[in-house]
Nanobody, 120 residues
Framework: VQLQASGGGLVQAGGSLRLSCAAS????????IGWFRQSPGKEREGVSC????????YYADSVKGRFTISRDKDTNTVYLQMNSLKPEDTAVYYC??????????????WGKGTQVTVSS
């Protein structure tokens, strides 16, 4: 199982980015997909989760109303749309997968991260 996160970059505060998590060789719909982030000196934190089958979605309080997780079954990709970005959103963002799970508590597969930098 290989995941590839992309879409990071440098953006001004208030701007938007869309991160993508793509997989090859298997169907993401069978997996819970989570987005996590880690900034220097801080622990990794969960940002958003889409349960297996995309039935439920969850968000950290810090991103509720600003970030949206979604799935595209045709392209086998999970997206994280990030709006109204703040400097504190600056981090390396990772996507991860857990087969047939309702939550993103214990992820089996991790992709390489993509850097998001929000300037003030």
């Amino acid at each position: 199982v290989q995941l590839q996160a992309s879409g990071g970059g440098l953006v001004q505060a208030g701007g938007s980015l869309r991160l993508s998590c793509a997989a090859s060789g298997y169907t993401l719909d069978n997996y819970a997909i989570g987005w996590f982030r880690q900034s220097p000196g801080k622990e990794r934190e969960g940002v958003s989760c889409s349960s297996s089958g995309g039935i439920n979605t969850y968000y950290a309080d810090s991103v509720k109303g600003r970030f949206t997780i979604s799935r595209d079954k045709d392209t086998n990709t999970v997206y994280l749309q990030m709006n109204s970005l703040k400097p504190e959103d600056t981090a390396v963002y990772y996507c991860a997968a857990a087969r047939l799970q309702a939550f993103c508590d214990a992820m089996d597969h991790w992709g390489k991260g993509t850097q998001v930098t929000v300037s003030s």
